[in-house]
């Protein structure tokens, strides 16, 4: 606890310090406001060069990480467990169960799960090195990144990758590692969609049969205004239940990702 607590204040003070620096506001005397309003102006220490690269490090470590989430979202396998959960919540029939909250916190907690081994590896490999003051905040990105972009190539088709080497009009890579991340993010997203509709579409098959048949019954026994939907429910329900569902389709994604 106590190395902890040593690697994580220096990046305290170093925030917190970034944060005194871009609110260094001047703000106009009380005579200035009741005669031209409130005046505020941001010094970002243009008479330091070294100050001000300092102040426009800092203002990209928090704007980085304002787009974390969304990067956290969009390179690990958030999206594909989210969506199919989706699915299998549509497919069942049950608007609400479970909740958005619970979906979304599964989700989370199996992408933890998932990419816990490419997490060690970058702490290993990249943050350990960058608090211990033995890498520089480049070479921490690119030792950063490989497992990050090792995990995305594994997952993505060739096709994809294709595509948008195609449209971002670069020259074609000799090999695969040296295709530019920007490139390898979209790619892996579309990957990404096709494979969690796949999974969804099969998910639906044993459902929209217990609906097809329900239907059938309903209406050869002259039962048209009573709802399919009221009556499937519980079969599949119980058919989720009996096959053991929530076991079978989290085991399914956590394998789709070995």
């Known amino acids: 606890m ?8 220096p990046w305290t003070r170093f925030v917190l310090l970034g944060i005194l620096l871009l609110l260094g506001l001047e703000m106009a005397t009380p005579d200035q406001v009741w005669a031209a309003g409130p005046s505020v102006s941001i010094d970002l220490g243009s008479d ?7 102040v426009i490090q800092i203002l990209i470590l928090l ?15 958030f999206t594909r467990i989210v969506i199919v959960l989706s699915f299998l919540r549509q497919a ?5 169960v479970p909740p958005n909250q619970v979906l ?11 990419m816990a081994p490419v997490g060690q590896q970058v702490y290993g490999e990249a943050l350990q090195p960058l608090l211990a003051e033995q890498l520089s905040y480049e070479e921490a990105w690119k030792k950063g990144i490989e497992p990050v972009r090792g995990f995305m190539l594994r997952q993505l088709r ?8 195609t449209l971002s009009k670069i020259p074609k890579p000799e090999k695969i590692a040296d295709v530019p991340t920007h ?30 048949v329900v239907a059938s019954i309903l209406m050869s026994m002259g039962m048209m205004l009573l709802p399919p939907a009221v009556i499937s ?12 569902g929530w076991y079978l389709v989290v085991g399914s994604m956590v394998r789709s990702f070995q």
């Open 183 to 212: 490139v390898v993010i979209p790619a892996f997203i579309l990957s990404e969609l096709r494979i969690s509709f796949q999974i969804g579409f099969l998910i639906y098959i044993p459902f929209l049969i217990v609906d097809m």
């Open 104 to 114: 979304l916190a599964l989700a989370l907690f199996l992408t933890m799960f998932i």
């Open 2 to 9: 106590y190395s902890l607590t040593r690697k994580v204040l």
């Open 48 to 54: 330091s060069p070294k100050q001000t690269a300092v």
């Open 63 to 77: 704007t980085v990480l304002s787009l974390a989430p969304a990067l956290f979202i969009m390179v690990t396998s």
């Open 233 to 244: 429910l519980p079969f599949k329900l119980i058919l989720f239940v009996l096959a053991d």
């Open 92 to 96: 069942l029939g049950t608007q609400s």
């Open 158 to 165: 060739d096709k994809d990758l294709e595509l948008f080497i």
